[in-house]
């Protein structure tokens, strides 16, 4: 405003207050990215073992759901039921139920197979070749390694994107994806919350960012209230 007529003032920044935490604007994937991702995870090594398969479905089961890193590592085989996937006693402390899309199910069944067929006493849902639990340090090496492999390294202003940047993903592209009227968009804050497991619909607000798809919604709803208040 103050750049089409300088006569508007610029408030200061810390007119509101000053933040307690200093948000670091998060990556959103475009699908052409996590399609790379998910690519270059099939292609690890050892070819034939259950390595590739268990990252292509760890990282696409973060893609599908937004879930945190954490829980999905924490996951157990018997997690996995027939209305979706139970993450048990979260970051709140609290349970909830992920009912999957179809093909997130689908895949996620495929890997089932695989996983049911090594020889552990270990529970967890994604394992090591060697079928113990995977280690948070060893899954981020891998993504790194991702990131090299698919020239994602430094590509957000020189920054690594980050693997709970997923979660920020899901959360924005299923907001694109809403009908675009109050009452849609109301419900759909809710369910989201719920599913990513918050326990103040806030906290959702906060994985929330403005992408062009959502700008250019927002200019479209202003432009129509305002011709719809002038008529």
Known sequence: MHADNPRHQVPAADALGHAVVKRRPPYIYSADEIARLLRAAAALRPVGSIRPTMYVTLFGLLTATGMRIAEALALQIDDVTADGLVVRQTKFQKSRLLPLHATARLALDRYLVARRSLTTTDRALFVSVAGRSLPYNTVRRIFLQLLDSTNLRGAYAGRDPR?????????????????????????????????????????????????????????????????????
């Open 163 to 231: 693997i709970h940047d997923l979660r920020h993903t899901f959360a924005v592209r299923s907001l694109e994806a809403c009908r675009h009227d109050r009452a849609a968009v109301a419900h759909h804050i809710v369910a989201l919350s719920t599913y990513l497991g918050h326990a103040h619909v806030t906290d959702t607000y906060w994985y929330l960012q403005a992408t062009p798809t959502l700008m250019g919604q927002i200019a479209e709803a202003g432009e129509a209230l305002l011709i719809g208040g002038a008529a």
